[in-house]
């Protein structure tokens, strides 16, 4: 599904679509889910393609153990509806890396270090289902209404926890992304705990959980594949609490997709 496909979607789509961007709009956030995407055949075969490749996510290096993930970004263009995937940096030993960076202001933890990930493959990049899911949530930002040029970011991130050793995220506390709007979306979840998003003003970025008033706080969980939430970063922060493994299970894992947009540039440009 490119851009020009998505705007000729069925107009039962494009009504859940406004409803969730009036929800984020009105909250700073907003959830959704599978049932929303309307999604074909081929993409739910996506899903569990994803589900298999996440397996091989390389480790982290930048933090606790437990986090495996692949990065990727691109421009998005108006003119051609379409995303211009980076090629990365091969490295000697022939894998492909991508540089990522964020201001200490929104990572405590690795603020001002140039991160590098392993370049999320074509394969993934290449899915409908990928696709799909980039579309619906530029949809929903608004962004493509007066941008002609976006950075788009795309994470498949999986938390896998094991016994005694639960997964963290990176930073460990209530944060901002730096990104405008950011989409999560919930590819596999099994043998685990945790992993709930917790919603707060943005005057707690960097808190502990501890240190937040209860009624301040806003909580859901991703439970079902593709249960998904999309935040407005100027208008919110959030956290994700630690994965803990499941009692008597092996192992247990929580996987999701990021997606992230940015304007390329000050002023409005375009309009539909």
């Known amino acids: 599904m490119g851009w020009n496909t998505f705007t000729h979607a069925p107009d039962s789509y494009h009504l859940a679509v406004a409803h969730i961007r009036n929800s984020l709009q009105q909250q700073g956030f907003a959830t959704f889910n599978a049932a929303d995407l309307d999604l074909s055949d081929s993409e739910k075969i996506d899903l569990i393609s994803l589900c298999e490749l996440s397996k091989s996510l390389p480790l982290d290096r930048f933090g606790e153990s437990g986090r495996h993930r692949s990065y990727c970004e691109g421009t998005w263009n108006y003119e051609t509806e379409a995303i211009d995937w980076k090629t990365g ?9 991508m540089d990522y960076h964020q201001g200490s202001e929104y990572q405590p933890e690795f603020g001002g270090v140039v991160r590098k990930f392993l370049r999320m493959p074509d394969e993934i990049l290449n899915k409908g289902l990928l696709n799909k899911l980039i579309w619906h949530d530029l949809s929903l930002t ?131």
Do not use: W
């Open 89 to 97: 940096y091969q490295q000697s030993d022939g894998s492909i890396e």
């Open 142 to 272: 608004g962004m493509a209404e007066h941008y002609s040029r976006l950075r788009c970011g795309v994470h498949l991130i999986r938390m896998q926890a094991l016994p005694g050793k639960p997964a963290k995220i990176t930073p460990n506390c209530f944060h901002r992304d730096g990104q405008p709007f950011t989409a999560v979306h919930l590819i596999e979840r099994y043998n685990v705990e945790g992993g709930a998003t917790h919603i707060a003003p943005p005057s707690y970025a960097n808190y502990q959980i501890e240190q937040v008033p209860a009624h301040e706080i806003t909580r859901f969980l991703l439970n079902d594949p593709l249960d998904s939430y999309i935040i407005d970063d100027a208008a919110i922060c959030h956290y994700i609490n630690p994965v803990t493994c499941d009692e008597n299970a092996d192992v247990g894992a929580r996987t999701i997709i990021l997606i992230d947009f940015t304007p390329l540039e000050q002023s409005d440009s375009c309009s539909q």
